[in-house]
């Protein structure tokens, strides 16, 4: 089945430094979307990308999808305490069946003050 | 507009026993999906429901079931509990909006539930 893998699982940064997470599938992705989970909280959605080669950023986080569309990343420039937290990608499917929504095993960022 | 609600938060049950959770979505949210999240599995779907509907399901057994009302609140039920069902149990409303592929994913607090 299609599979959603994300790299590194843990990531431990001093305050400041940058951090990148990857997300590979192993089939084409129509989208990707990210989540952000913090620790005791839920996933809350961060962004959505569609085109290939896209990039998006919001304040400090760029998102990047991938030119085949098989892969996304997420950097976050100069890292905060407010940073921490699982950030999850995901492949937000729907077909003529509904939704089926697979989540990748998520990158869990500590930072470090 | 208030937020997906889940109840109750925190569920102790013993091996054997079933439980109902509950998730009332975002107001105008027809779409409710359920999820299980394990350190070990990270966040699994469940299955999704769509107008009193269950349109997909994940790889979960039969013990796991659900279902939505006319106003799109959704309970979902796990009978004959094991030790490995202990976990949170996140569920997710979406608008749904039609002719686009994808949708956003508004989850609730989620139920921590604990099988002894």
């Known amino acids: 089945g299609q599979q959603v893998m994300q790299i590194p699982q843990y990531q431990h940064v001093q305050e400041g430094e940058d951090f990148t997470t990857y997300c590979n599938s192993s089939t084409t992705l129509s989208n990707i979307q990210w989540y952000k989970q913090r620790p005791g909280g839920h996933p809350v959605f961060l962004i959505q990308l569609v085109k290939s080669g896209e990039v998006k950023k919001q304040k400090r986080l760029t998102f990047q999808f991938g030119e085949a569309k098989k892969n996304s990343s997420l950097h976050i420039t100069a890292t905060q305490t407010t940073d921490v937290g699982t950030y999850f990608c995901?492949?937000?499917?729907?077909?003529?069946?509904?939704?089926?929504?697979?989540f990748g095993p998520g990158t869990r960022l500590s930072v470090l003050p | 507009k208030a937020g997906v609600t889940q109840t109750p938060r925190y569920l102790i049950k013993t091996r054997g026993q079933q439980v109902t959770l509950s998730c009332s979505p975002i107001s105008g949210h027809r779409s409710v999906s359920w999820y299980q999240q394990t350190p070990g599995q990270g966040l699994q779907f469940l299955f999704e429901y769509f107008s009193e509907t269950q349109r997909n399901k994940g790889n979960f057994p039969g013990r796991f079931s659900g279902r939505q009302f006319s106003n799109s609140r959704s309970e979902m039920n796990v009978s004959t509990l094991e030790l490995g069902d202990s976990a949170l149990y996140l569920c997710a409303s979406s608008l749904v909006v039609s002719g686009t592929s994808t949708d956003t994913q508004y989850f609730g607090p989620g139920t921590r539930l604990t099988v002894l």
């Open positions: 995901a492949d937000p499917s729907r077909d003529n069946y509904g939704q089926n929504f697979v």
